[in-house]
């Protein structure tokens, strides 16, 4: 196990065990105050263990493995009433600890002293439920049936396929307000990338209020300058903003913030279909940051697309334990911190892989959908144990059936009509 990862296993596996991280995420002072079949800290690894079987197939499988042996069972309902007493934001805690250390003792890839970070929304279909539809709002599908709905926004780390934020509201809730909530999270040596939808003037300018750099997609209907860019044989160009619209401008009041003229650069990228596109970027110097590379550059935003498919369909994000806000939310906050876990075991994984196929014809990389499937009980070992050997296994399980790189394939968005996915009375039992 690398340094790093040493360090960053051991701060979690600290705060896990830790009786201030219970006290601050429990509802109340009596929970978790006696003994129970299912502790406090139990609870938080059972719902790490990657749950996707029926709920009590899962809790017996669990309990036999690393309950007291004196524990015979926990029965499904033991299980929901522990969970109403904690709050989702003990994931979220422990996700910024991981993300925290990643940073601080691991190495890690920048483009010209830049993070590459990408920011898309996602959204999320939930378990037909009164309460989830009143709560975070729904959509109609074919049938006119009301299916709930929730919108999620990540920030995610593109050299590095490290989540470096997320987020999970009301269907209704913009993209742009979920963005400005990465924004907060994010640091002066970051670049963010964004596709088209997040092309508004006072965005562009908010992120540098904010002394945050940006690349992202126009449409030829944004403004007059962006239309004529499109026109022109130019390939780069630096215009300024002298005015806003009245809406624009509120929406800067709103975050505290007075419009004043700003220049933005206008670079051409020619696609691989031959599609002509207009970045807006605020990396001014066309010395230091030549035209031709942003066609790179913004074909990394890919990353988060292809993460957005790991996530739905690889960790079946959407395939929720509960029905009411607060399993979403800890299920939702639960997964992305696994993810991360998954991410930062793949890197040394990768480490090795590369090295065992120094000599094949194709670059190899960590099949995504195996190496977490072996995540199951082994990473509630990890958590719970010093012993190193439970992360080397897993490790080693990690390089088993590498898949081939091949650059430069693209595959199209597909848009489904919403119909439910996932049953809370029908998961798998094996």
């Not at 296993?9 to 109340?28: G, P, V, Y």
């Not at 925290?100 to 003792?105: L, P, Q």
């Not at 030829?220 to 026109?231: D, H, M, P, T």
């Not at 009411?324 to 299920?331: A, R």
């Amino acid at each position: 196990m690398k340094k790093g990862n040493k360090l960053i296993i051991k701060k979690i596996r600290a705060k896990i065990i830790n009786k201030d991280f219970l006290k601050k995420h429990r509802f109340s002072d009596k929970n978790f105050s006696r003994k129970r079949k299912l502790p406090f800290t139990l609870l938080i690894l059972f719902m790490l263990n990657l749950v996707r079987q029926t709920l009590q197939k899962e809790l017996t499988q669990f309990v036999s493995l690393f309950s007291d042996k004196k524990v015979k069972n926990i029965t499904k309902s033991a299980f929901c009433q522990s969970r109403m007493k904690l709050k989702h934001t003990a994931f979220i805690e422990l996700n910024d600890i991981l993300i925290d250390e990643f940073y601080t003792n691991n190495e890690f890839n920048l483009w010209k002293g830049f993070r590459l970070l990408g920011v898309d929304g996602s959204k999320l279909q939930l378990p037909t439920s009164k309460e989830l539809i009143d709560t975070f709002g729904g959509a109609k599908n074919n049938s006119e049936m009301i299916v709930p709905m929730a919108q999620s926004s990540t920030c995610y780390d593109l050299l590095n396929e490290i989540m470096v934020d997320s987020v999970i509201e009301k269907y209704e809730f913009g993209e742009y307000n979920l963005a400005i909530q990465h924004l907060e999270k994010s640091k002066e040596n970051d670049l963010l990338i964004y596709d088209r939808g997040y092309e508004a003037i006072w965005f562009l300018y908010y992120h540098l209020i904010k002394k945050r750099n940006f690349v992202i997609r126009m449409t030829k209907g944004s403004i007059n300058e962006v239309r004529s860019f499109f026109e022109s044989e130019e390939k780069s160009k630096i215009i300024e903003i002298k005015s806003l619209h009245e809406s624009s401008e509120k929406q800067l009041k709103n975050l505290g913030a007075e419009f004043k003229p700003f220049k933005i650069r206008l670079v051409k990228v020619i696609l691989d279909n031959g599609e002509v596109e207009v970045l807006a970027t605020s990396l001014l110097d066309d010395k230091k940051y030549p035209s031709k590379e942003f066609k790179w550059l913004y074909g990394k935003r890919w990353g988060i697309e292809t993460n957005y498919d790991h996530l739905k369909n690889h960790l079946l994000l959407e395939d929720f334990t509960g029905m009411s806000e607060l399993s979403i939310k800890q299920d939702f906050y639960a997964n992305l911190f696994i993810v991360n876990i998954h991410a930062i075991i793949s890197k040394d994984a990768q480490a090795e892989i590369n090295i065992d196929k120094k000599y094949n014809e194709h670059k190899y990389k960590t099949n995504k959908n195996l190496s977490l499937g072996f995540m199951k009980d082994k990473v509630v070992n990890i958590l719970m144990s010093n012993n190193p050997k439970y992360y080397e296994e897993l490790k080693n399980l990690f390089k088993l059936e590498p898949v081939p790189v091949r650059d430069g394939r693209s595959f199209p968005r597909i848009f489904r009509t919403s119909k439910i996915k996932f049953h809370i009375n029908k998961k798998r039992s094996f």
